[in-house]
């Protein structure tokens, strides 16, 4: 059985960082994309960050872009989100995401993934 199981979430600081995981069990998803959609309280989910197969490639929304950092080690089955600078609008509930039918990132969209975690929520205090 498939497990993404979202950590590293909870209360910080605006300008704090935090470090999200993504830990997935029960099968590699190292030839998929992954990446990180958020969902804030009264608002619709949006995306975040994605990484191609190999970590060479990685793509943010203008929200987080220089801000945040997406990488993935294969050798632990696991994704990273490194979130520095936080602001209050950052607060959320970040969920992990993978799709299974591409290696590439570059169109990361909600309707198209396989697997999701249940999320990690982040709140950044002002």
């Known amino acids: 059985q498939v497990q993404v199981v979202e950590s590293g979430g909870g209360l910080v600081q605006a300008g704090g960082s935090l470090r999200l995981s993504c830990a997935v069990s029960?099968?590699?998803?190292?030839?998929?994309?992954m990446g990180w959609f958020r969902q804030a309280p009264g608002k619709e989910r949006e995306f975040v960050a994605a990484?191609?197969?190999?970590?060479?490639?990685?793509y943010y929304a203008d929200t987080v872009k220089g801000r945040f950092i997406i990488s993935r080690d294969h050798a632990k089955n696991t994704m990273y989100l490194q979130m520095n600078s936080l602001k209050p609008e950052d607060t959320a509930v970040y969920y992990c995401?993978?799709?299974?039918?591409?290696?590439?990132?570059?169109?990361?969209?909600?309707?198209?993934?396989?697997?999701w975690g249940k999320g990690t929520l982040v709140t950044v205090s002002s």
């Open positions: 029960g099968r590699t998803f190292s030839t998929s994309a």
């Open positions: 990484i191609n197969w190999s970590g060479g490639s990685t």
């Open positions: 995401a993978a799709d299974i039918h591409s290696a590439r990132a570059i169109e990361f969209r909600e309707h198209d993934m396989d697997y």
